[in-house]
């Protein structure tokens, strides 16, 4: 989502993207997924397109399990 602010215009990341790229990061640091959010926030058909876009098949699967 694009916001502006005075003269400043920068993008805003939707629950989806956001949790999906704080798994991504923390998948490739060695930690574990999230494990407290609220799920009545994320779409999990949103999700897992952005999921599907890493090519990771570890990261779809943490995804897919944690939004069950």
């Known amino acids: 989502e694009i916001q502006k602010q005075q003269d400043l215009t920068f993008n805003i990341a939707n629950a989806e993207k956001a949790f999906v790229d704080t798994n991504y990061l923390r998948l490739m640091s060695g930690q574990e997924p ?26 779809i699967s943490i995804i897919k399990s944690t939004l069950r």
Do not use: T
């Open 34 to 59: 999230i494990s407290r959010f609220n799920k009545e926030k994320i779409n999990p058909e949103k999700a897992l397109r952005y999921a599907k876009l890493f090519g990771n098949m570890k990261l």
